[in-house]
């Protein structure tokens, strides 16, 4: 079991910036496949990131790359969402979540090709407001 609390959400103007972060505890051994959501009202739940932390690997969906920026730190107890150049785009309860992952290219599967996380923390809300 794993288990995952967001924190950082919060109101920023355009423009602004704003770091979440997910606090992990429990078989982090085991899933090192990490990842960011989002939902914004009426819409899908969006994969907005991922970090494979056995190797590093990150990747984007293309509309936050370069304004967002994923990491964990030294200790892996928690992983962060830097995100820079916000807009009301950008408006939606933002979610972390954990899985299994033999290597990159499947932890991409889980989180871009939707073949599921195993763990889900109960999200955080940002509004950017123009």
């Known amino acids: 079991q794993v288990q995952l609390k967001e924190s950082g959400g919060g109101s920023v103007q355009n423009g602004g910036s704003l770091r979440l972060s997910c606090a992990v505890s429990?078989?982090?051994?085991?899933?090192?496949?990490l990842a960011w959501f989002r939902q914004a009202p009426g819409k899908e739940r969006e994969e907005i990131a991922l970090l494979y932390a056995r190797d590093g690997t990150t990747s984007y969906a293309e509309s936050v790359k370069a304004r967002f920026t994923i990491s964990q730190d030294n200790g892996e107890s928690t992983f962060d969402l830097q995100m820079n150049s916000l807009t009301p785009d950008d408006t939606a309860t933002y979610y972390c979540?954990?899985?299994?992952?033999?290597?990159?290219?499947?932890?991409?599967?889980?989180?871009?090709?939707?073949?599921?996380?195993?763990?889900w923390g109960e999200g955080t809300l940002v509004t950017v407001s123009s």
């Open positions: 429990g078989n982090t051994a085991s899933n090192k496949c």
């Open positions: 979540a954990a899985g299994r992952a033999p290597g990159p290219n499947e932890c991409y599967n889980l989180v871009f090709r939707h073949y599921g996380m195993d763990y």
